[in-house]
């Protein structure tokens, strides 16, 4: 397997890891200590941090799950496309739960290297995703 396809399936499986199964102990051991996360609005440092953020997403979006719809990778970076599926049936975020579907589709570009996630960049249309649960019925 060559060092691509390698940072390929650890994307892959850094996505099923941190969001699917809801493993912190993968997560830390497959994120840098330093490793930043760049998302819509804010920047995330660090495991503890992106288990804050993850962990704040699943108490709104408890049936959470993430598909892998595409991926390539190009050395140290690989980009996967994605779909999110959930319920928002949680206090979380200051948010009453609304009961309705999310199903926002997204990309994220990550860069690895020595066998850790060091820096990714998240791109999908989150203000859109909470005006639809917040949105009057």
């Known amino acids: 397997m060559t060092q691509q396809e390698q940072n390929r399936a650890l994307a892959i499986e850094w996505m099923n890891v941190a ?20 998302l819509e609005g804010q920047t995330l440092t660090g495991p503890l941090e992106y288990l804050k953020f993850r962990d704040e997403m699943l108490a709104a979006f408890p049936d959470f799950r993430m598909e892998i719809l595409a991926s390539a990778a190009d050395g140290d970076t690989v980009v996967l496309r994605w779909k999110v599926t959930g319920t928002h049936t949680g206090h979380a975020m200051g948010l009453a739960p609304s009961g309705r579907q999310i199903e926002p589709i997204g990309s994220t570009w990550l860069t690895i290297r020595d066998g850790k996630l060091v820096e990714g960049h998240d791109t999908w249309n989150q203000a859109a995703m909470f005006a639809s649960i917040t949105a009057p019925a």
């Open 19 to 38: 969001w699917n199964k809801r493993d912190d102990a993968t997560i830390h051991r497959m994120m840098a200590p330093d490793g930043v996360g760049h």
